[in-house]
């Protein structure tokens, strides 16, 4: 069973021409109408609709123009260790981020999100997403969303209102968010120690039926032990426990550097420890 999702996700995820690109540039196109309604994993022109403030911010997500002749990535082997896509040498450079996505399209970033959602088990969200791409030759709207949603949470704290803002529009645009957004949003607020905020995340991933992955709330759990919000951490933790959530110690274990006070704080704030 494995071996054939495995070869069914080469062959998904094996570009076949510069549709993605072209597509790529519509999904961030704006306009000014709202968006039909339509399936959660379809593409549409109206994915971005950034206000009149945003004309003069250069690290607003521009329009996007085909690219001429673009380099496209090889195949997709997932048994490869390699990382799914290279990190940008600078993620502050928002403006590099934002031309590399206006030109060379969005198929890495459809990449690293079937991976992660792969390795949470989420191997048929994973595979439906990627038949809208391999059968309908669009990119669904939701990498759109979270490609640049990830640019501004990897830029740092004074970018954690445009991710926030990014998550918002696409809920107002009709796209649903999976358990790979979200957890980016997450773990990238709780990187820059917003863990209330991080926190409302959580929430929301459980009230749409989405478990955490430990490095999810793991992240989001050791920010309010480094910002000394215990008494909120634990707050969090019994809403969460009301909507079924149950925090997994042995993986925390693993996922966590097992010293100093932070450890000892998270293992004290989920288990009592």
Not at 66 to 87: H, M, Q, R
Not at 172 to 180: L, R, T
Request: net charge neutral.
């Amino acid at each position: 069973m494995a071996a054939a999702a495995a070869a069914a996700a080469r062959r998904l995820l094996r570009p076949s021409s510069s549709v993605s690109v072209s597509n790529t540039s519509r999904l961030l196109s704006s306009t000014a109408s709202p968006p039909p309604h339509r399936s959660p994993n379809t593409n549409s022109p109206v994915a971005f609709n950034w206000s009149d403030d945003d004309a003069n911010n250069p690290t607003t997500p521009p329009p996007l123009s085909p690219a001429k002749n673009p380099e496209l990535p090889p195949p997709y082997d997932p048994f490869s260790k390699k990382p799914a896509l290279s990190e940008p040498s600078d993620p502050t450079n928002l403006q590099e981020i934002f031309h590399r996505m206006r030109t060379e399209g969005l198929t890495d970033y459809a990449i690293k999100m079937f991976d992660g959602l792969s390795k949470d088990g989420l191997t048929h969200e994973a595979l439906a997403l990627f038949a809208v791409i391999k059968d309908k030759g669009t990119m669904p709207d939701v990498v759109a969303h979270t490609a640049v949603l990830e640019a501004y949470v990897n830029a740092g704290p004074a970018h954690w209102r445009d991710a926030v803002r990014t998550y918002d529009r696409m809920l107002a645009s009709g796209v649903k968010p999976n358990a790979y957004t979200l957890a980016v949003l997450v773990r990238g607020l709780a990187a820059s120690d917003l863990c209330s905020e991080a926190g409302r995340y959580l929430v929301d991933m459980l009230d749409r039926g989405m478990q955490p992955n430990v490095a999810t709330y793991l992240a989001a759990f050791e920010a309010y032990v480094r910002m000394e919000k215990v008494e909120e951490g634990q707050l969090l933790l019994e809403t969460m426990k009301g909507k079924g959530f149950v925090p997994d110690e042995e993986a925390v274990r693993r996922g966590t550097v097992k010293r100093g006070h932070v450890f000892k704080g998270v293992m004290n704030l989920l288990f009592g420890k």
